[in-house]
């Protein structure tokens, strides 16, 4: 019988010694016994997902994870544009964007608009479609005052800088080319005319009436930021003629996904946080496996609790993705498949940084024909004296690939 | 006094645990006194041939241990005619080819026309210097059924098909042109026409004629597959300014090594496989030491034994490769040299898998004057756990090298 494989992902997983924690990281501190038991049935390591001491965003970290050499990262626009389901064209330019509040003098009141999570839909569909010289806006709303922009057309790019001011009481700023090419020219443009034009459809929209009517401040600005244009990409499952499935719900983790080929899985129920329904993502992944041959399954408050520098909420973060590894070994047991399961993570999140570092993470290659290299702990430091020694998340995925007898022999 | 090197190639050594070997694998389920101690004396680790995930050839593989980068690998066809004494110059195009038999039709009724081995020299040499348009036949008989065949002119390419179908009771594929060049075009035309020409001539030799009298299915036709046309080629070993051989029985590993400027040594004894002449072979390897500085000794059986998914079979093939090793290490302890002894293999070629894999390989460099990193068993999982780490056949190689001291400074 073929192999299949799971791949678990704790989003910024990583850590370093914590002193509320008795010096030891969240993961070591951690009560895990499944994940334990899955080190202790195969090969540990540590990883790079770029390279040492370099951090990367959780969109590359989980392109690389997937098999895509950093050099083919194409910017957050358009990763995120593919997490919301839109289809992006090569020369396609995407932004992630927000709706955001104005005042008269196009100051910056609200980046957020009030928060705003109803009806965004309407006042997106009233910016669809439109047409500025010989180029097509399209827009569509993702979650809360989320939105993605792509604007399509001949002579592009991605060389122009982000207008949302990043703070509030100051005016929105034009984009700019950040580079004099006739095309970053072209580009700045264009957006500086959508945002005015925009702004004009958004102040006269009933949405926003009825918002100013109940005392909530209107959505009547878009704020843009990390222009990415499409480049030409491959889709790595597609090469590689593998079926692929990903569960998760972060629009970037679905969209990095999409990009390779992978079918992204999503419920309203997955909610990013520690809150998640971790039963049912269990279940979702185990049932994918039957129609797939690599299943990601992706969980992502351990990220959240390392910018938060909260310990503790990262321990229970990491005992709660434990947790539903137990839901998914159960599965599992109860399937035909033989499957293969690996643990990763996208990068470091330490506590005392509050943000992605570049220390290496924990992996694991776990099942019956995985070489056991007596390791019987997933922790940062158990996983270094492991068989894997240091590899790179484009070795970890090729190794996976050769499980799946997908990666080509070399010679003869 | 300088130091030698003597290295052991179990080929397709590296496995996975294997259940009824109780979880463990052939090579930590094994009784290998020798290699352990080796391992004992000295530094171990786990090397990945190319990249960790991909698998490779054994004669790629072989490339790789003796120092050539990946980039240059000229295809199977130039090895193999290599590995049979053949002189190739840069341009040249060559191919491995079996004797087969066809019907008046041209369908193929034997693909290894009766598993001929007698005469075939005599078939080999009507075949021999004939020439097609500015283009010159070499064609040179191997071991059974088997052949080499070099097209030698200006303008040949290798971008040119098989011709054997690969099954019987079908015709002969005509070669076609894989890529549309004048190069590729031409070098079909030649290659159609000296199967026709072959054809003709194999027909009417009296060797044939012989065969059909006694009731033997005639060697009247040549399927050709692998075509690679020779580089102009470094010899790795002539570079370093090393004298070296390699003691091997089978053609692709003798092949390799003469293309790197390693003297090919083999003895009909040499059977490539488990019945080989084990102590004829660690003499011959001790013996090329006087003469040499670097000597490789090949053992084929351990890959026969993955490829037939015959776990117990590789256990007693590992035993016997240990043996030969303890003939080593006797014939060693009798002669003045320094020699250090390490350890390798070409490529993982586990039971389950049944061909090569990704899966990194262990290895051991072992002497008086080699670091010693308390590893005492010589396994994938222990060496998993040594000094050197994980490392690629490049690296094993150059670091080989420094201690014949043939490596050259960087700086100053």
């Known amino acids: 019988m073929k192999n299949k494989i799971l791949l678990?992902?704790?989003?910024?997983?990583?850590?370093?010694?914590?002193?509320?924690?008795?010096?030891?990281?969240?993961?070591?501190?951690?009560?895990?016994?499944?994940?334990?038991?899955?080190?202790?049935?195969?090969?540990?390591?540590?990883?790079?997902?770029?390279?040492?001491?370099?951090?990367?965003?959780?969109?590359?970290?989980?392109?690389?994870?997937?098999?895509?050499?950093?050099?083919?990262?194409?910017?957050?626009?358009?990763?995120?544009?593919?997490?919301?389901?839109?289809?992006?064209?090569?020369?396609?330019?995407?932004?992630?964007?927000?709706?955001?509040?104005?005042?008269?003098e196009l100051v910056v009141v609200d980046r957020r608009a009030g928060r705003i999570r109803k009806d965004t839909d309407k006042l997106a569909l009233s910016l669809n479609g439109m047409q500025i010289e010989d180029v097509k806006v399209i827009f569509k709303e993702a979650t809360e005052h989320r939105a993605v922009l792509i604007l399509r057309g001949p002579g592009l790019s991605q060389d122009i800088s982000d207008t949302d001011p990043k703070v509030e009481a100051v005016k929105y700023k034009e984009a700019k080319a950040t580079t004099p090419t006739p095309e970053a020219e072209k580009t700045v443009r264009i957006l500086n005319q959508f945002l005015l034009n925009a702004h004009k459809m958004l102040l006269q929209h009933p949405v926003n009436k009825e918002r100013e009517a109940a005392g909530e401040k209107p959505a009547n600005f878009i704020l843009t930021r990390g222009a990415g244009i499409m480049p030409n990409l491959r889709k790595t499952a597609d090469d590689l003629k593998i079926r692929a499935a990903c569960v998760a719900a972060e629009s970037t983790v679905l969209g990095a996904a999409r990009l390779a080929g992978i079918t992204p899985i999503t419920d309203p129920r997955f909610t990013g946080n520690i809150d998640t329904d971790i039963a049912l993502k269990a279940k979702t992944a185990v049932d994918a496996l039957k129609e797939n041959d690599f299943v990601v399954l992706h969980f992502k408050a351990t990220d959240l609790m390392g910018h938060d520098n909260d310990p503790q909420g990262k321990v229970n973060a990491v005992e709660t993705f434990d947790k539903m590894l137990g839901f998914v070994m159960e599965g599992l047991s109860a399937i035909e498949e033989n499957v293969i399961v690996a643990l990763g993570a996208d990068h470091s999140t330490?506590?005392?940084?509050?943000?992605?570092?570049?220390?290496?993470?924990?992996?694991?290659?776990?099942?019956?024909?995985?070489?056991?290299?007596?390791?019987?702990?997933?922790?940062?430091?158990?996983?270094?004296?492991?068989?894997?020694?240091?590899?790179?998340?484009?070795?970890?995925?090729?190794?996976?690939?050769?499980?799946?007898?997908?990666?080509k022999k070399v010679g003869n």
């Open 8 to 104: 678990a992902i704790a989003d910024g997983l990583g850590d370093r010694p914590v002193e509320c924690l008795g010096g030891k990281t969240p993961l070591e501190y951690a009560k895990k016994p499944t994940l334990d038991d899955l080190a202790a049935n195969g090969s540990s390591g540590i990883m790079d997902l770029y390279k040492l001491g370099t951090p990367v965003g959780t969109d590359l970290g989980h392109m690389l994870l997937f098999g895509y050499d950093y050099t083919e990262y194409p910017g957050r626009g358009p990763i995120e544009a593919f997490g919301e389901g839109l289809e992006l064209e090569a020369g396609d330019v995407a932004f992630r964007v927000n709706f955001a509040t104005v005042d008269s």
């Open 350 to 407: 330490p506590c005392e940084r509050r943000e992605h570092s570049g220390d290496p993470v924990p992996v694991v290659i776990s099942g019956k024909n995985i070489r056991k290299d007596g390791i019987t702990t997933y922790d940062e430091m158990a996983a270094a004296r492991g068989g894997l020694n240091r590899i790179n998340a484009n070795m970890f995925f090729n190794y996976l690939m050769d499980y799946l007898e997908a990666t």
